[in-house]
């Protein structure tokens, strides 16, 4: 059974800085390309980064570029978001998932995110 | 960025009725989209992919089809359980982007 389970959430200040990771099994996680989605009541779901199987090809979104690096340790079957100069409109809820296909060529190759965590929640507030 | 727009935004429905959600996206994506089922504090759930695709495990009565910047997701015969709320999502160009959701509650 595949099982994705976050950890690391919790109440931080503007401008701190926060670890997320999330535990994979149930699969071959090497195999996978993953990412971290985060979601609020106002914004919806929002796609945050995308890292490849190797690690080799990493996207983020627009509004975390610079601050959020996200990485990967196929060895332990674990995935990272490090998340610097939080800011308020960081609060969400943050999944990890799994995704099938390669987001480099997703019209040959089915791409969807197609197993999903539980999801842990970041509050920046001061 | 690619917007999607869905449409409702919610919708009152009772058991065993038809229900079909709209997403549109902002320029061609081909059918390189996936729609989700979202209930209160639960993660999203992948219904469809490819647009058209039924997830493994997902019943027969959720169908999806388009292409390009028009798609559909139907509910053949509304059950119970798919009162939720449900996001397309598109994998052609970064950023990935999602829609907004459609809300299906009790009529």
């Known amino acids: 059974e595949v099982q994705l389970v976050e950890s690391g959430g919790g109440l931080v200040k503007p401008g701190g800085s926060l670890r997320l990771s999330c535990a994979a099994s149930g699969f071959e996680f090497s195999r996978f390309t993953m990412n971290w989605v985060r979601q609020t009541p106002e914004k919806g779901l929002e796609w945050v980064s995308s890292?490849?199987?190797?690690?080799?090809?990493?996207y983020y979104g627009d509004s975390v570029k610079g601050r959020f690096t996200i990485s990967r340790d196929n060895a332990k079957n674990s995935l990272d978001l490090q998340m610097n100069g939080l800011r308020v409109a960081d609060t969400a809820v943050y999944y990890c998932?799994?995704?099938?296909?390669?987001?480099?060529?997703?019209?040959?190759?089915?791409?969807?995110?197609?197993?999903w965590g539980q999801g842990t929640l970041v509050t920046v507030s001061s | 960025a690619i917007q999607l727009t869905q449409s409702p935004s919610s919708l009152s429905a009772s058991v065993g009725d038809r229900v079909t959600i709209t997403c549109r996206a902002s320029?061609?994506?081909?059918?390189?989209l996936a729609w989700y089922q979202q209930k209160p504090g639960k993660a999203p759930k992948l219904l469809i992919y490819d647009a058209s695709t039924l997830h493994t495990g997902v019943p027969s009565r959720f169908s999806g089809s388009g292409s390009g910047t028009d798609f559909t997701l139907t509910i053949s015969s509304l059950q119970p359980e798919d009162f939720a709320t449900y996001f397309c999502q598109q994998f052609d160009t970064f950023p990935l982007t999602f829609g907004p959701g459609t809300k299906v509650d009790f009529k």
């Open positions: 998932a799994r995704i099938e296909g390669d987001l480099r060529y997703c019209r040959g190759t089915s791409c969807r995110s197609d197993y």
């Open positions: 890292i490849s199987n190797s690690g080799t090809y990493i």
């Open positions: 320029q061609g994506i081909s059918s390189v």
